[in-house]
């Protein structure tokens, strides 16, 4: 092994170790009242040495959306791998997929959801955002290709498949959102997230049957 290689895994392995540190802080404290000095020491780390890997906390926060929305992707793309025959079971791989992707990693994936409803977005640097948003829009596209009718091809004829995965992806996030706020009221002994996400996702599939017997009569 080369020294540019060596110093690049070992540069590597230290960004892995601030992002771990980073995640253990973020679930303990809110975006606002955690700091760089915090994640330097779960790190055991100088803050010095953390500004060499990230530029500040809003961007060491956005990177942790990088890793869940990989593993999302991953999951989507084996979902249209499997050789599903009907619409039915090809919805199905992918609720039970989704379900996957947040019990992968629950405080990253509402660190996520977060991020994309806050100010920080506009604050990162062009790389990582542009990382966010290909992978983001990946992700939507992976999605639309599962809701397509047959194994000609064949899409809901009077909506755009890619505005169903939209709405599938706001019915996700809105779920765990909601629940995550009740949680903080009510307490953990009161939300089902699962099985909510569950009957969320029978719900939608619902519908979508329905419009499907309605364009086709």
């Not at 906390?57 to 926060?61: A, F, G, R, V």
């Not at 992707?73 to 084996?78: A, T, W």
């Given at each position: 092994m080369g020294i540019q290689e060596r110093k690049e895994r070992e540069g590597e392995r230290r960004r892995q170790q601030i992002i771990v540190a980073a995640r253990r802080v973020f679930s303990s404290k809110s975006l606002n009242k955690a700091t760089m000095e915090d994640i330097a020491r779960e790190a055991e780390l100088s803050p010095g040495t953390i500004y060499l890997y990230f530029k500040n906390?809003?961007?060491?926060?956005a990177s942790l959306s990088l890793r869940i929305l990989q593993y999302l992707?991953?999951?989507?793309?084996?979902v249209n791998s499997e050789k599903n025959e009907t619409p039915e079971k090809r919805y199905a791989s992918l609720t039970r997929a989704m379900i996957d992707v947040y019990e992968f990693d629950p405080i990253i994936l509402i660190s996520m959801f977060n991020l994309q409803t806050s100010e920080t977005l506009k604050t990162l640097?062009?790389?990582?955002?542009?990382?966010?948003?290909?992978?983001?829009?990946?992700?939507?596209?992976e999605i639309a290709v599962i809701f397509k009718q047959g194994d000609n091809g064949e899409v809901l004829t009077e909506y755009n498949r890619s505005l169903f995965a939209e709405i599938f992806w706001s019915?996700?996030?809105?779920?765990?959102?909601?629940?995550?706020?009740?949680?903080s009221i009510l307490g953990e002994e009161k939300v089902f997230l699962k099985k909510t996400l569950q009957t969320a996702f029978e719900i939608f599939g619902y519908g979508i049957k329905d419009?499907?017997?309605?364009?086709?009569k």
């Open positions: 906390k809003d961007e060491l926060y992707l991953i999951r989507l793309q084996h640097s062009p790389g990582l955002l542009s990382e966010i948003k290909k992978l983001a829009c990946k992700s939507i596209e019915l996700f996030s809105g779920v765990v959102l909601f629940q995550e706020s009740k949680k419009t499907t017997l309605t364009q086709n």
